[in-house]
């Protein structure tokens, strides 16, 4: 039997990523903000002795689009075969949700209502009679808590079993017959082709959207059908005084408080909600940075004790190891390589490792708990004054996790040149590999001040180039709005396995490759091939930076994989002992360059497949530029200084 | 007045979009019309956002002040 395709569709944060990993295990990333999911993710599961397949959608607000994400869903929705349709709602904003509901049942196809976040629509003092909702929509309705697993059984059933098309929301009188004149024009043959539903087309017709008038003006009757739609929405546009898309906003509007009213009671929480009473100082105008400040000082230091702590235990034993290995490896290739296969492995469990894993953590955490759109606003206004928007901050605050992430999340804004900036701007962001060369290298030789001074550091630059890229790529900025979502604790249960899907791809696509490259290297420098390597890149390293000739491989290879410049250095250094090698000026600038230069190639691809090749090759030679130029400026300020 | 220009706290009441399509259709996917009641909350510094609650669904929003100078409000008197 071919599998059942299910697709959850929903507005934006009302927990459709959380119920996908509850239903198909962890395969996709979530998070407490707005704009999570940019691309779909599909995986196949078997419920209830049938097989399914799943498919997460980006959330949208409506299905008439405006963004990427919601041409990306509605595509989906109307061109493939979708057997049922999930909509998962936030309880707790019901009147605004059901917006898309109605929409959705225009499809026509067999639907299922998830009622997400029941546990926070009552803490709201809303209580949503199920049986109602059910009978007013035609839908089965269903109540889930996804975070915790509730309800997430009887969700499946309903969608295996009673997934059903609903009853299609009617308008005013004077809008149903403009509706209805119009779909009367429509030929029938067209609906072979075109895979919706004649009324849903004749709305869109009406409200006058671009990419199905050019797909009817393709038709011999096109031009006639037209006239009707021009006469009829202007008809309206005349009585109502308003366009025909707004008002049939504000028709739909009225139907969704209409069902709210009927379905659900509102009865006013009994005292003040511990989230207003937390906004009070987590938003307020001078408070608020504070904590900000607080809560990003907390994060950096918990990582860097935690990292240093762990560290220090595991990486001893290679350690001895390596000193053993080490006189051997001259003379014999094998014990070369056995050095090189040692050192990657050790690189990847006792450098990067310690310090990943609570970044990982922390970040996941921030992400759930819906702390950044609260940075978001705090942010907005001082990302204005360097060209940026305020959405920006999330790509920003993803990219210290990983870069590319980032990068596909710059999606969430709608212009294409905010989103060109910031893109640009995201690579600069020193994510965690990179976090850990900074951990590893300033943090630990120089001390914990020196390496926050260089967050500090980065962020300035990234504001100066901000300004300074507005200025090469003027536009007016998009307006800004945003949902700013209530606190959730997720179940530490869920972050631990959110931490873990990250995890995973380090261990399972990085570290093979730091592994690989230590072995490349080990071999290199046994036949002495790196010596042109080193040659070829030492007017940058030695002549720029005043680094050993050796470091040249190390920066190279980190291309791949930054990490790896730290784990290279070790080996191509002969110690774990950098002081021994490197002057405190030498590990600074030698950072500071690892921090600025090129993310990685995997980057670049993401990054080639979401610009195009022009712009990936600008930020290539920017970053490149900027690295080169800002590490070597330090180093002569650095050998004034020290 | 202009949403931009109302202080924290005061309730008020939505009375008019300007700037055609593009505010129209921001603020009505967020699900806020016209006459709904808006509080609000915060005024984000260095000309930032405003931060209102949307009274008839209870859910907070952050408004950029480009767009809520577009926004037009009435005060809602509360004194009950």
Known sequence: MKPLRIALAGQLNSGKSTLFNNLAGFKTLSGNFPGTTVGYTISKTRFLGREVELIDLPGIYSLSYSDIAEKVTRDFLLKEDIDVVINVVDASVLSRSLELTLQLLELEKPLVLCLNMVDEARRKGILIDEEKLSEVLGVPVVSTVAVRGMGIVELMSAALHKARKGIIPRFHKDIEDAIQAVQDVLPRDIFEKLPFPARFLAIRLLEGEEEYIEEIKKLKEGEEILKVVKEKAGEIERTHGAPFSFVLSSERHALCLDIFEQACKVVHPPRERIDDLLDRYVMHPIAGYFFLLIVLGIVFLLVFKLGNLIGSYVLLPFDGLTKILQPLSQRSLLFSLLQGLIEGIGGGIGIVLPYLVPLLFFISLLEDIGYLPRVAFLLDGLFHRIGLHGKSVIPFVLGYGCNVPALVATRILDSPIDRLITSLLVSFIPCSARSVVILALVGAYLGAPFALALYFFNLLIIALLGKLLRGLFPGSLEAFIMDIPTYKMPPLRYIGKKTWFRLYEFVVFAWPVIIFASLIMSLLSFYKIDNFINSLLSPLTVGALGLPKVVGTTLFFGILRKELTLILLTNVLGTTNIPAALSHLQILVFTTFVLFYVPCVSFLAVMWRELGAKYTLYSFLLSLSVATLIASLLRLCGTFCF | ?80
Do not use: C, W, Y
């Open chain 2, 1 to 80: 007045m202009k949403l931009s220009e109302v202080p924290a706290g005061k309730l008020v009441k939505l009375s008019l979009i300007e700037g055609g399509r593009g505010v129209f259709l921001n603020l009505s996917r967020l699900g806020i019309f016209q006459g709904d009641l808006l509080r609000v909350l915060e005024s984000a510094p260095f000309r930032g956002p405003i931060l209102i609650e949307h009274i008839p669904t209870g859910a907070k929003i952050a408004i950029g002040r480009g767009m809520a100078r577009r926004i037009i409000v009435e005060p809602v008197d509360e004194t009950p």
